[in-house]
């Protein structure tokens, strides 16, 4: 049974930070491109980041250069550091898994108020 949890979600201040992280089961987690979506209120789902197997990384532009995406194999952990935050990151965030088949996380909300 493949298990994605994410944690590290609240409530934060603009201009601060938080660290998602994503834990991963039931997968060989190596092999699998892993990703940060989010979806805010009355929008369609986005592409944050993605980081492939061989650690290569992608962002959306509006997070370019201010969240970093990385994962710790021997953990089977992804995270996704925020710095900067502002309150159009508000979303609830979810981890992705994608190989053959996507695998997807129950999601984190992250709240940045105006």
């Known amino acids: 049974q493949v298990q994605l949890v994410e944690s590290g979600g609240g409530l934060v201040q603009p201009g601060g930070s938080l660290r998602l992280s994503c834990a991963a089961s039931?997968?060989?987690?190596?092999?699998?491109?892993m990703g940060w979506y989010r979806r805010a209120p009355g929008k369609q789902r986005e592409l944050v980041a993605t980081?492939?197997?061989?650690?290569?990384?992608d962002y959306v532009d509006s997070v370019k250069g201010r969240f970093t995406i990385s994962r710790d194999n021997a953990k089977n952990t992804i995270y996704l550091q925020m710095n900067s935050l502002k309150p159009e990151d508000t979303a609830v965030y979810y981890c992705?898994?994608?190989?053959?088949?996507?695998?997807w996380g129950q999601g984190t909300q992250v709240t940045v108020p105006s």
């Open positions: 980081i492939t197997n061989g650690g290569s990384t």
């Open positions: 039931g997968i060989i987690f190596s092999i699998y491109t």
């Open positions: 992705h898994a994608s190989r053959k088949y996507d695998y």
